[in-house]
């Protein structure tokens, strides 16, 4: 059983994006379906879901360092990847990537989760420094700079494509510590992705806890159902 984070030694926290402060709307598969329409093809919303859940988690990013290693040219490559294969039926893949490579990059496609306010306030009143570190591309910066409920709050924004590695490598925690001036040990790494997020954070010195909004995943790591329980553990701690 791995420990609880120590919360007496936490001075930042590095808050994962897309599953954790940010969810796409219209969702994915939406996003995806109407782009074919647009160019003509009908697709069932939930074979496209499918296609895209496979194709996401089997493309793996090799930048030219390696496993992990990543550019902003290494993410758009694999995104075109991705795109040609969730949607082959399209008679102009170029433009549908283009499409939806705009379309991910405007905040209004994406939306907070409710209890991200309420989160992000009681940090910030703890006199807790606020990190967003996410495997995303300089898109990012736009979509959090442009949601009111995020931009005010984040005191440090660590891009995989901007720092040259993605998570789970130990080089994207190195690049959160320097981004927030803190050891690692006193910063608290809280994300959705149990590798990328909790074990990488771990391995790389750093307190983890897994956001699990669904509670589905059987792990044997601490865990909070959203980010309400993440401020309860604080108190509880207290």
Known sequence: MSKQPNWDLIAGIVLDAVGTLIKP???VADAYT???RRQGVELNRDEVRARFNRHFQSDEVRGDRGIHSTDEATE??????IVTKVLPEVPDPQTTFAELWDHFGRPESWQCFPDVAPALRAIHEAGIAVCVGSNFDSRLRRVVMG???LSWAVDALVISSE???RKPHASFFEAVCQRLGLPAWQILCVGDDLENDVRGAMRAGLS??????GAE???DFPHVPDLTALLDSRLAEA
């Open 25 to 27: 709307v219209p969702s």
């Open 34 to 36: 109407e782009a074919a």
């Open 76 to 81: 758009i490559r694999r995104w075109r990847r």
């Open 147 to 149: 949601l009111p409920d």
């Open 163 to 165: 720092v040259g590695f």
């Open 208 to 213: 983890a806890l897994l956001l699990d909004r």
């Open 217 to 219: 995943r059987p792990h």
